[in-house]
């Protein structure tokens, strides 16, 4: 055979391979990869999401009359058998108001009430960071995966929150102030004299949202103002006319582009 046929018959076979990596990797990122919590996911087990609106809370009832919260960016999976697990899987940020026995879990942390209470998570599956605070009656935090150093659980009370990390395997038990998640529950947002890089930081915990910023923020100024319950494009526009930014959504993410 010619060797010019040999490096054709190469050149061809090298596009073909090249030409289905490129497939699969499409078929991955379009819609082939694995469901949200896919290893914590129960085999023959149907889940209806429930999924959060973007730069804005969600509330809604369960069937057992346990009352979510979700944030911006975030889903909760029940699934066909809620009824006799009481089990739910998150990802992302919600508030959980319940009377009844109560397991959620995410790929970091899982929370577990055995009588009425009320308590907020907070556990990205993106992330290597989650945190869970409570905001009555009592709980119990443990990880999700096992530890080789610590699979201990801790017994959360009223002012208690546990913070944790995967990536270095750290759970650890701390106290927080109340008034910050009644804020949070009321919507109470506002802003005192907060640098603009701060509000937006902050802005992106409240919504559960990327935002990023692009341009010289020094000559803006500090954010003032309160936004009672408001979408975050609320609170944008608001903040637009009074500072000089554009901003854009773009897909689940924010571009603010400082003029």
Same mark, same amino acid.
């Given at each position: ?67 979510? %919260?979700?944030?911006?960016? @975030?889903?909760?999976? /029940? +699934?066909?058998?809620? *009824? ?7 990802? #992302? ?91 949070? %529950?009321?919507?109470?947002? @506002?802003?005192?004299? /907060? +640098?603009?890089?701060? *509000? ?7 919504? #559960? ?51």
């Amino acid at each position: 055979m010619p060797s010019n046929t040999k490096s054709s018959k190469w050149l061809y076979i090298i596009i073909v391979v090249i030409l289905c990596g490129t497939t699969t990797a499409m078929w991955y990122f379009k819609g082939g990869k694995k469901p949200a919590l896919a290893s914590f996911r129960e085999p023959q087990v149907n889940y209806t999401p429930h999924t959060g609106t973007q730069g804005a809370r969600t509330r809604f009832t369960l069937p057992d009359s346990t009352e979510v %919260l979700l944030n911006g960016k @975030s889903t909760v999976l /029940v +699934p066909d058998n809620y *009824a006799q697990t009481h089990t739910l899987l998150l990802d #992302g940020e919600a508030w959980f108001n319940t009377r009844h026995n109560l397991k959620v879990v995410t790929n970091i942390l899982t929370i577990t009430n055995t009588a009425p209470a009320a308590f907020r998570i907070r556990c990205f599956e993106v992330q290597q960071g989650a945190t869970a605070y409570l905001g009555s009656g009592t709980v119990l935090a443990a990880k999700s995966y096992h530890s080789t150093t610590d699979n201990q659980s801790e017994t959360l009370g009223i002012g208690n929150m546990v913070l944790a990390n995967k990536e270095i395997d750290l759970m650890e038990k701390e106290t927080y102030q109340p008034a910050e998640l009644e804020r949070w %529950l009321k919507g109470e947002l @506002s802003f005192a004299n /907060v +640098p603009f890089m701060n *509000a937006m930081h902050t802005l992106e915990e409240w919504y #559960g949202t990327e935002i990023y910023v692009e341009g010289n923020v020094s000559e803006l100024g500090n954010v003032n103002g309160e936004f009672p319950n408001q979408s975050l494009d609320q609170v944008l526009n608001t903040l637009r006319d009074k500072m000089r930014f554009t901003y854009q959504f773009k897909g689940d993410r924010v571009k603010v582009k400082v003029n």
